[in-house]
């Protein structure tokens, strides 16, 4: 259950990044609503599977999918290009976690 809570917690991590990235001033109410709701909701799901898993590699499971999830999102919506060296160095991150995953 931790490992569940702790994706969904990273895949709330690029909702808040883009959220954040969209914060031109406080009178924009909805992407600061959106940040600090996703960001909570991220942060919390980190706490609670850092109940269960080591915290090393819970936190880095939590950053490479958000770092990850954050650059699809991007080239998604347009925002980002994804070029062959980007996809080789988030590939490199993938295998990082997935090394940390079962060494631990």
Known sequence: MAWIVLVV?????????????????VTRVG??????????????????ALREL???VAYAV?????AVSTVALGVLTGEESLTV????FLAVIIAGV???KIVS
Request: hydrophobic share 60%; glycine share 12%; net charge neutral.
């Open 85 to 88: 060296m980007k996809a080789v």
């Open 9 to 25: 917690a990273g895949l709330c991590e690029p909702v808040w990044v883009t959220a954040l990235g969209k914060v031109d001033s």
């Open 31 to 48: 992407p600061i609503a959106v940040f600090l709701i996703f960001l909570t909701v991220s942060l919390a799901g980190l706490s609670l």
């Open 98 to 100: 997935v090394g940390l």
């Open 54 to 56: 080591p915290t090393g």
């Open 62 to 66: 939590w950053v490479a999918i958000g």
